[in-house]
């Protein structure tokens, strides 16, 4: 009898594309992934749950086995150092981390103050810098920090680069290339490796395809 997979997909942005993605492996989801509000989906013909989680949390139920697979922003990843293996680079939700800030100014020399929702990673970016920050963490609307004289500067995701823009701010260093991830629980690996390996290999070639298509 095949295995029951759990998978915790991250609600938001990512989520869409994602779905796509599991379409186009030939996974047959049902409608209820386009307009719902259900946050368990089972789908019995293809022996998947899937929850449907915030993004930031997906590593969390895959690291204590409640869900089997997770599709995670490497952001998440470097934010949460979780203990799961991370499978496969979907190449969706392409975005990148970037130090910003009001232009023409300097950072204050004692323990410049950084925004960010991303506290971990700004931590080790500037002490790999060899600067003494503080870090404030915010959960959202991070361009205001250095508008309002909170922060000198923020960390954050650029995407378009409107946001900053719309807000006069700029980008001064990028720091890391983020997509998603498809990511697994060290022991799921283990004790279902017929059926994780069968969606790897789906996706895989939807990935192959997608870059031909590119
Ligand atoms: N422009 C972007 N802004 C933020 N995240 C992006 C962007 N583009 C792609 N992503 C990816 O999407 C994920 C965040 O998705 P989303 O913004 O839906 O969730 P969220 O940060 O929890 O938002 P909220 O707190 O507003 O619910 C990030 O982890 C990142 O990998
Ligand atoms: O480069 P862009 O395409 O403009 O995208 C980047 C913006 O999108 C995200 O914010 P989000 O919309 O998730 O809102 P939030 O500030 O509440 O996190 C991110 O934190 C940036 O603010």
Redesign the pocket.
Known sequence: MKDWLTVAMPKGRIFTEAVEMLRMAGFELPPEFDDSRKLIIDVPEECFRFILAKPMDVPTYVEYGVADLGIAGKDVMLEEERDVYELLDLQISACYLAVAGLPHTQMNDVAPKIAT?YPNVAAAYFREQGEQVEIIKLN????LAPLIGLADRIV?????????KENGLIEYEDIVNITSRLIVNPVSYRMKDARISDVVERLTEVIEQEKVVK
């Not at 959202?140 to 361009?143: A, L, T, V």
């Not at 954050?156 to 900053?164: A, E, Q």
């Open positions: 929702k959202g609307s991070i361009e954050d995701i650029v995407s378009t680069g409107r946001t900053l």
